[in-house]
């Protein structure tokens, strides 16, 4: 049974800026809801002010307003909620007041100097929270690791990221807010995370989907250096549609933009009631811009543009910048992502024959070649799993690698996580399936309890990794050694149900050949 104390005074932190009163479970020390800053709409964030007193830290802050969500048709299993048992989720009050952070520490009011570890949740640039998934929660990674965990809420979506910087100078930084709101957290944690044991010039940046796509533009935005030393992304290096250059990033968030201030019936003269029209109005007509313009109204509907001074842009366009050449990098992805969904049951059901059906139904006239590349990388799997062979998430990960590689003074390294989860039959890992190894939560997801049989493996070598990683630069343990990526050894860590090891870089004519026949290209 779990042990939680909290009296009037204690556990209490005092902190540069005043008292926060949060509570123990077991070991560890948990304060959430901590507000790191506050923002007037469009505007840039301004951190929170000292106070007096003690300020109450024992339940999560607010998340940043969705988008609204059209119902999936019942049944849908890639929709909310039959999804959720495969991927649960947790909702949460909304407001645009929603820059808060979490702690989770085993040191308080101690010189402990302990690795800390921020963690950037996923959703592209428009959806998700620091406490969306349950896997999110730090207990037991910092419970595990002896290292502080930080996640954080940011601005997202319409406000967070539509480049409003054409309207007048006093929208110059909307195409970049909710980065700079994650500066304004990293500051926080510079400025605080001693008070809480942590070591502020030890910090890691990690994140997944979305929340590793902002821990690379991190690398990118003069006003985070120094504020982190380490990052990890995971599923992260998506290439966003707009992205053939920069301009026609910049160029495709002027037109949605327009759009919405034409839909709102604003003109540059009125664009001020912009700052106090309800929110939801805004939303709906982003979601209108995007479907008058042809252009997908997810969570990758706005997304960052370079600002002058905060973001130089994509490293694609302007390479790196040399101010990150000393922060070692891990970049991986699943094998599964999202092609995972092939609920085909027990593989031994079908045929040899009714297997290179379905393969050459798939990949036609390169179904032959597909088929050898696929035994090649993965020896040891059914050959129906190269139907579930992610081309998305993969290729630009992998390019990220080699550039790094190529260019970084520090080693950067590679993975796939690719066991076969014994679910319905034998599904390959999917978006965000690695996060509950991480945090070591797999107990959280039911789905994932179906690989009971190399769970506690797995677990233990991802979540180890990552700590030791965090720790010293280098993921290499005692169970796993890890060697980085080079131009002269591409290799990457393949964690696997079998067992977990180095393996050669060898999937390049498979991606280009799976990615030539899927849909989402």
Known sequence: MNKVIRTPDYPVVQTPKGGLHGFQLNDVFHFHGIQYASAQRFRPATPTPSWDGVKQAKSYGYICPLLPEDPHPEGDENGSPENSFEMPHRYWPMSENCLYLNVWSKHINEDARRPVMVWLHGGGFGAGSSIEQPAYDGHNLCDYGDVVVVSLNHRLNCIGFMNLSDYGEQYRYTGCLGMMDIVLALEWVRDNIASFGGDPDNVTVFGQSGGGGKVQMLLQMPIADGLFHKGIIESGSLTASGSVSEEAGIE???????????????????????????????????????????????????????????????????????????????????????????????????????????????????????????????????????????????????????????????????????????????????????????????????????????????????????????????????????EPYTSENPQLMMFDEDRSGMAPEKDALLLELVRKHTQFF
């Not at 994509?314 to 609920?343: D, K």
């Not at 035994?375 to 390019?399: C, G, H, M, Q, T």
């Not at 950067?412 to 070591?440: D, K, L, N, Q, T």
């Open 252 to 482: 495709e968030s002027k037109r949605i933009t327009d759009r919405v201030v034409e839909l709102l019936g604003l003109t540059r003269e009125t664009i001020g009631q912009i700052d106090i029209l309800p929110y939801d109005q805004i939303a709906a007509a982003s979601q209108q811009a995007a479907k008058d313009l042809g252009i997908p109204d997810g969570m990758m509907l706005f997304k960052p543009v370079p600002v002058e001074g905060v973001y130089t842009g994509s490293w694609r366009f302007q390479g790196f910048r040399e101010e990150s050449r000393h922060i070692p990098m891990i970049n991986g992805t699943v094998l599964g992502e999202f092609s995972f969904m092939h609920f085909l049951g027990d593989k031994n059901q079908y045929t040899e024959e009714q297997k290179l059906q379905m393969i050459r139904d798939q990949f036609q006239e390169d179904a032959d070649t597909v088929l050898e590349e696929f035994r090649k990388v993965y020896p040891d799997k059914d050959i129906l799993y190269a139907l579930s062979v992610d081309a998305l998430f993969r290729p630009p990960a992998r390019s990220f690698v080699q550039a790094r590689a190529e260019w970084a003074g520090a080693p950067v390294y590679s993975y796939m996580f690719c066991p076969i989860i014994p679910y319905m039959g034998g599904v390959a890992p999917w978006h965000c399936a690695e996060i509950p190894y991480v945090f070591r939560n797999v107990d959280m997801e039911p789905a994932m309890c179906c690989a009971y049989q190399y769970t506690e493996r797995l677990q233990e070598e991802i979540s180890r990794a990552w700590v030791t990683f965090a720790r010293t630069g280098n993921p290499s343990t005692d169970v796993l050694h890890w």
